[in-house]
């Protein structure tokens, strides 16, 4: 079983639609990120959060770090949104970066 | 613009080559990973280099192997590669001087193809 899990795979959306993307692990953790890869193959780092919800612009994240799970909202969703959303940990115990398998984000007009 | 550069971008070769892929991180960033993304893999953890020294080791096989030089900037050496090694690989850097553990800034990626 991977040590983070992402939910859903592929998510469709019409444009306006609010989204969440769940993700869940099972390693404690130092911190958690939410990356953005467009269909270029670049990545940007969204977020980097170890407790509480952070905001920015229409994206916004949250952790419970007792229930081992976070979210990332986007409202008012728009095409150029449409990417793969990737979380991924930090372990507490080591200084890698261990990645959920993503999530293929499609917002039509 | 992330500030991280990677060369070359793409990168053609044969089977049992060896190449190497060069990563320069964000002005002032002390730490350097590596990742690989591949189609059937997603993406893996390699290593991480902390001014200079190895700080952590994940997947990386022991045909690949990475330094990180006095003026920061990394490398990673790939050889006797195989069709499977064909991936993106991206660097990402984070830790300005005198700051602590933060979020990390991806390169664009170098994507590898091993005919």
């Known amino acids: 079983k991977n040590e983070v899990e992402q939910s859903p795979q592929n998510l469709t959306a019409q444009e306006g639609e609010f989204i969440t993307i769940n993700c869940s692990y099972s390693?404690?953790?130092?911190?958690l990120h939410w990356l953005q890869q467009h269909p270029g193959g670049g990545i940007v780092s969204l977020f980097m959060?170890?407790?509480g919800k952070k905001k920015h612009g229409r994206l916004i994240a949250t952790i419970n770090i007792q229930e081992k799970h976070s979210s990332l909202h986007i409202t008012a969703s728009h095409p150029r949104d449409s990417a793969v959303y990737i979380c991924?940990?930090?372990?507490?115990?080591?200084?890698?970066?261990?990645f959920g398998a993503g999530t293929r984000l499609t917002v039509k007009p | 613009d992330s500030g991280v550069t990677q060369t070359p971008k793409h990168l053609i070769t044969a089977t049992g080559q060896r190449v190497t892929l060069r990563c320069s991180p964000r002005?002032?960033?002390?730490?350097v990973y590596w990742y690989q993304q591949s189609l059937d893999q997603g993406l893996q953890f390699l290593i991480q280099y902390y001014n200079g020294e190895e700080r952590a080791k994940g997947n990386i096989l022991e045909r690949f192997s990475a330094q990180q030089f006095p003026d920061l900037h990394s490398e990673l050496n790939l050889s006797s590669l195989e069709l499977g090694d064909s991936a993106l690989y991206f660097c990402?850097?984070?830790?300005?001087?005198?700051?602590?553990?933060?979020?990390?800034?991806f390169g664009p990626g170098t994507r590898l193809t091993v005919l």
């Open positions: 390693v404690g953790i130092s911190a």
């Open positions: 991924a940990v930090s372990p507490a115990t080591h200084d890698d970066m261990r």
């Open positions: 959060l170890s407790s």
């Open positions: 002005s002032g960033d002390l730490s």
């Open positions: 990402a850097s984070s830790v300005p001087r005198g700051g602590t553990y933060n979020e990390q800034f």
